[in-house]
């Protein structure tokens, strides 16, 4: 059972290129997430998805689109990568039960410059 | 809206001390309540969680116990032990959006042998 898996786990983009942060799930969950992890500042919301078709905006969405075209998979775009975007991408997915427990991907570091 | 304060690191401990990291939040109705950890190099890992009042939750010698009256939800380990050196996030989740989370700056712990 993979969990969830993300690629790539390190990137390194020049300011204004774009890229495509892959993420899938193979638990069969609904919910699915990205967030971003900033030296002290913890995790932020960045986008979710409550089910194919249905996405939504997190804490700090600007720079970022994302689709939910299958239950399995959620993909994270930069249209045009700046240098505050480099940071730790983490995707995690979820039932939607009360108090359920969240999964994260292992992560992927993203720098630009 | 919601938010979560936890202590400020770094934290180094000797091997067998006791660790208190504190956590206090701020959320409107009943969140569950969450402590995730991360070790070096890899995603974050759910430690244990809370979903009510008075709730305790443990794991792998970890504690922490859901307190409405004083917002908090402090872990504690009686005897810390090198494997434990890793960021400890806190977080909350909306009551009926158990599936977003909030946050933490988060903790380094470092223990030594």
């Known amino acids: 059972n993979a969990g969830v898996t993300q690629t790539p786990k390190f990137q390194v983009l020049k300011t204004g290129q774009s890229m495509t942060l892959q993420c899938a799930q193979d638990m069969n969950h609904e919910y699915m997430s990205w967030y971003r992890q900033d030296p002290g500042m913890g995790l932020r919301l960045i986008h979710y998805?409550?089910?194919?078709?249905?996405?939504d905006q997190g804490e700090v969405p600007n720079g970022y689109n994302v689709s939910r075209s299958t239950t399995e998979d959620f993909p994270l775009r930069l249209l045009s990568a700046a240098p505050s975007q480099t940071s730790v991408y983490f995707c995690?997915?979820?039932?939607?039960?009360?108090?359920?427990?969240?999964?994260f991907g292992e992560g992927s570091w993203l720098t630009v410059v | 809206g919601n938010s979560v304060t936890q202590m400020e690191g770094p934290v180094t401990l000797s091997e067998e001390a006791f660790l208190t990291i504190n956590c206090t939040y701020t959320a409107t109705g009943y969140p569950s309540l969450f402590w995730y950890v991360q070790y070096p190099g890899e995603g974050l890992q759910l430690l244990l969680k809370?979903?009510?009042?008075?709730d305790k939750g443990s794991n792998k010698g970890f504690e922490a116990t859901y307190r409405k009256e004083t917002t908090s939800f402090h872990l504690e380990k009686g005897s810390v032990q090198v494997s434990d050196s890793a960021v400890y996030f806190c977080a909350l989740s909306d009551q009926g959006n158990d599936y977003k989370l909030s946050f933490g700056a988060g903790t380094t712990v470092t223990v030594r042998a």
């Open positions: 998805s409550v089910g194919a078709g249905i996405t």
């Open positions: 995690a997915s979820s039932t939607t039960g009360a108090g359920n427990t969240i999964y």
């Open positions: 809370a979903t009510k009042a008075d």
